[in-house]
């Protein structure tokens, strides 16, 4: 049986590998995201990914985001990618 401490601690290393991959902002600007992100799908994650150090990973989501912007599930993976940058910002 596994030991739940050291379940608790691959969630937790988890949960920090993918927050690393997020720009840490400020609230203002996570809030400008955010909407842009609600208004027009893939735009507030081109903006959060020149922030962010692995810019070229974040490349694909706002092509994706763009171009699956028709589709609901783009749309509200762009608003849950705003979202997280909120929640993240300082």
Wanted: net charge positive; hydrophobic share 45%.
């Amino acid at each position: 049986m596994p030991d739940k401490t050291a379940l608790n601690e691959t969630k937790n290393s988890n949960e920090v590998n993918s927050n690393h991959f997020y720009p840490v902002l400020g609230k203002s600007l996570a809030v400008v995201i955010l909407i842009i992100n609600i208004l027009i799908p893939g735009i507030g994650t081109i903006i959060m990914g020149c922030k962010s150090k692995f810019c070229g990973k974040w490349v694909c989501y706002e092509l994706l985001q763009i171009l699956l912007a028709p589709l609901i599930i783009a749309w509200i993976w762009s608003i849950c990618t705003g979202i997280k940058c909120h929640k993240l910002a300082r």
